[in-house]
């Protein structure tokens, strides 16, 4: 059954309906509606919501919760994940899932979100919905994908996302339609064994109960190559309008849904441009973007900051044939007095003149469009 929803409740009952029992974050507009939906909803659905004391306190609460094997989320603005930085490198290093919210203020984060903001070698799977009908669709992937791959995933979503309101159908999916069965969680800290000798431990250097030493550089070998799995299976993206553009439109997140429907009617009138959008912003669909932009002379990047995602455009291209100043920015800061990410550029004749600036190969606010001859 369809009901009309504001994206943080739709959020909030997907996380529910895909068996997450646990919450903590910090109130932090656009993040804090997200926290109210599961403070109104776990209780009723035998789980717990805690508003943590800061987002230090999120981040640990959420942790130590996740290690047991029950379903656990957390998030936060980007500000806030900024504090959770160190918390989410040892996570991700000890191997446990979670499932971390960034409602975000815009699309400044995405280098603190596809980069790892903590220390040591690792990223998280990081989705990145259009909407809220494919927000509903990802959370729960996001789940799976979380004990599929004992590993963080965060969900990047925008002020846009929580507040806009559609109608959706929430139901739970099966790990069959998700991806396959998943691994029991013969790794969960649960109590079960305590003062057995077989105690489990969680931890981020590969210490394991019982031996004299650790070994430090086989265990994060191993997680290496891990994530070069995880590269390799969980790359997803959108495509359009590919065939015969001369100009590819990159975009992500709930911009991309204005790129989209600008790139639709353009095409109609005959103009050739295409659109692609990365869903996973890591793994980055690089040999994906490859191929869609084989036959473009120009692949121009709409995002809402100073540019982030271009630096993964240009290294996808590397190698392609494709100059590098073929590349080019179509999108910049944009953001209203709150800083909440609500600018100018949300807007479909904006991004209209922004891509026609790049077909002609010329500026629109300082924003140079690439020449295609």
């Known amino acids: 059954m369809r009901a009309l929803m504001e994206g943080s409740e739709a959020i909030a009952e997907a996380a529910i309906a895909a068996g997450c029992r646990f919450f903590a974050g910090y109130p932090m507009t656009p993040f804090t509606e997200l926290l109210e939906s599961f403070a109104k909803r776990l209780p009723e659905e035998g789980g717990a919501c805690i508003n943590a004391e800061s987002e230090l306190e999120a981040i640990g609460m959420a942790w130590g919760a996740a290690a047991t094997g029950a379903r656990v989320a957390t998030g936060s603005t980007g500000q806030g994940l900024s504090l959770m930085q160190e918390s989410m490198s040892e996570i991700t290093r000890a191997e446990i899932p979670l499932v971390v919210f960034n409602m975000a203020r815009g699309q400044g984060d995405y280098f603190q979100a596809t980069r790892g903001g903590g220390h040591g070698d690792y ?54 339609s998700l991806g396959g069965p998943l691994p029991e969680k013969d790794w969960a800290v649960d109590g079960s064994l305590g003062g057995s000798g077989r105690s489990r431990n969680l931890n981020p250097i590969g210490m394991e109960k019982g031996s004299k030493g650790i070994d430090p550089d086989r265990f994060w070998r191993l997680l290496q190559e891990k994530q070069d799995r995880i590269e390799a299976a969980e790359q997803r993206f959108e495509a359009e309008h590919t065939e015969g553009a001369e100009l590819l439109v990159v975009a992500f997140g709930t911009l991309a849904r204005f790129a989209r429907y600008v790139v639709r009617e353009l095409r109609a009138e005959g103009v050739p441009v295409g659109y692609f959008r990365p869903i996973t912003l890591w793994p980055f669909p690089g040999q994906a973007l490859a191929e869609a932009a084989a036959g473009a002379r120009t692949v121009a990047c ?51 003149d922004r891509i026609r600036a790049a077909l002609e190969g010329r500026a629109v606010d300082g924003v140079l469009g690439g020449p295609i001859s």
């Open 123 to 176: 990223r998280h799977i990081v989705l990145a919905p259009i909407d809220v009908n494919e927000a509903v669709d990802i959370t729960q992937l996001a789940f799976h994908l979380a004990d599929q791959w004992r590993h963080p995933v965060l969900i990047y979503g925008d002020y846009l996302l929580a507040h806009t309101a559609e109608a959706v159908a929430i139901e739970p999916r099966s790990a069959e």
């Open 302 to 352: 709409l995002e809402q900051n100073a540019g982030q995602m271009i630096d993964d455009v240009r290294l996808s291209l590397f190698g392609s044939g494709l100059p590098a100043s073929s590349v080019v920015s179509i999108g910049g800061i944009s953001t209203d007095a709150a800083g909440f990410g609500i600018g100018p550029l949300l807007d479909t004749e904006v991004v209209r």
